[in-house]
């Protein structure tokens, strides 16, 4: 009997597919073993999906903040600039994604949307994954088992900054779907002004590498203050 279509091709995928789901889970309880230090006050601002954890003392009107990879979820972006009166600068490659981000934002002046891949150097990128609306999401990492294969612009932090004339980004929250373990040591968050840094680590590379990359923060002055999902930290610059 011949299998019905994709049935030969489900049944391949779908060991990886179990494999990559116990990385995320040993992945997660490595991290969710790491401690964060007290601060107070913090508030979270968004939805329960794209929202993030800031300190509420801190931010003010005169920050610039960097939102990359912002996929459809705006609402973190949109309560950044409505409780502080902020300018935010949202990147992601999906320019669908910026189509939807402007037609919620109705032209306020203090967000703009950007179609760049931010990368540790510029240049072409490939990336991985799906566009659509619901579940669009694109990783130059090998996040995803499925999906296609696009090619977007890349760009740095500091070339970002250089083209859009500003000389610092006090908030930068920093998705990129696992190439955090390249973008993150290649910034001078410091030199750049950051005092808000709020990142994901990916299953894309061992725990130890995350953690790793979180020792070399909190040395260069940045604490974990906050920790979600488990995965997902807000580091505050001492």
């Given at each position: 009997?011949?299998?019905?279509?994709?049935?030969?091709?489900?049944?391949?995928?779908?060991?990886?597919?179990?494999?990559?789901?116990?990385?995320?889970?040993?992945?997660?309880?490595?991290?969710?073993?790491?401690?964060?230090?007290?601060?107070?006050?913090?508030?979270?601002?968004?939805?329960?999906?794209?929202g993030?954890?800031?300190?509420?003392?801190l931010?003010?009107a005169?920050?610039?903040?960097?939102?990359?990879?912002?996929g459809?979820?705006?609402?973190?972006?949109?309560e950044?600039?409505a409780?502080?009166?902020?300018?935010?600068r949202?990147f992601?490659?999906?320019?669908?994604?910026?189509?939807?981000?402007?037609?919620?934002?109705?032209?306020?002046?203090?967000?703009?949307?950007?179609?760049?891949?931010v990368?540790?150097?510029?240049g072409?990128?490939?990336?991985?994954?799906?566009?659509?609306?619901?579940?669009g999401?694109?990783?130059?990492?090998?996040?995803?088992?499925?999906?296609?294969?696009?090619?977007?612009p890349?760009r740095?932090?500091?070339?970002?900054?250089?083209?859009?004339?500003?000389?610092?980004?006090?908030?930068?929250k920093?998705?990129?779907?696992?190439?955090?373990?390249?973008?993150?040591?290649?910034?001078d968050?410091?030199?750049l002004?950051?005092?808000?840094?709020?990142?994901?680590?990916?299953?894309?590379?061992?725990?130890?590498?995350?953690?790793?990359?979180?020792?070399?923060?909190?040395?260069?002055?940045?604490?974990?203050?906050?920790?979600?999902?488990?995965?997902?930290?807000?580091?505050?610059?001492?």
């Amino acid at each position: 009997m011949r299998p019905f279509p994709g049935t030969a091709r489900s049944s391949l995928l779908r060991p990886r597919k179990i494999s990559n789901a116990v990385r995320r889970r040993v992945f997660e309880r490595r991290l969710a073993h790491i401690p964060v230090d007290a601060y107070e006050p913090l508030i979270h601002l968004g939805s329960d999906y794209g929202g993030w954890v800031v300190p509420d003392d801190l931010i003010d009107a005169g920050w610039t903040c960097y939102s990359v990879g912002v996929g459809h979820d705006i609402s973190f972006d949109l309560e950044l600039i409505a409780r502080y009166g902020v300018r935010v600068r949202a990147f992601d490659p999906f320019e669908l994604f910026g189509e939807m981000a402007l037609s919620q934002t109705a032209g306020d002046p203090r967000f703009s949307f950007h179609p760049y891949a931010v990368a540790h150097r510029d240049g072409p990128l490939e990336m991985f994954g799906r566009q659509d609306h619901e579940r669009g999401a694109v990783s130059a990492a090998g996040l995803f088992d499925t999906g296609s294969a696009f090619t977007r612009p890349g760009r740095t932090i500091p070339s970002l900054m250089r083209v859009l004339g500003d000389r610092h980004v006090e908030l930068l929250k920093l998705d990129v779907e696992g190439s955090e373990y390249d973008v993150i040591p290649s910034l001078d968050l410091r030199a750049l002004g950051v005092r808000v840094f709020l990142t994901e680590f990916h299953h894309t590379s061992p725990a130890g590498l995350a953690r790793a990359v979180i020792g070399q923060l909190e040395r260069e002055g940045y604490r974990a203050v906050h920790r979600k999902d488990p995965t997902s930290f807000t580091f505050v610059r001492t």
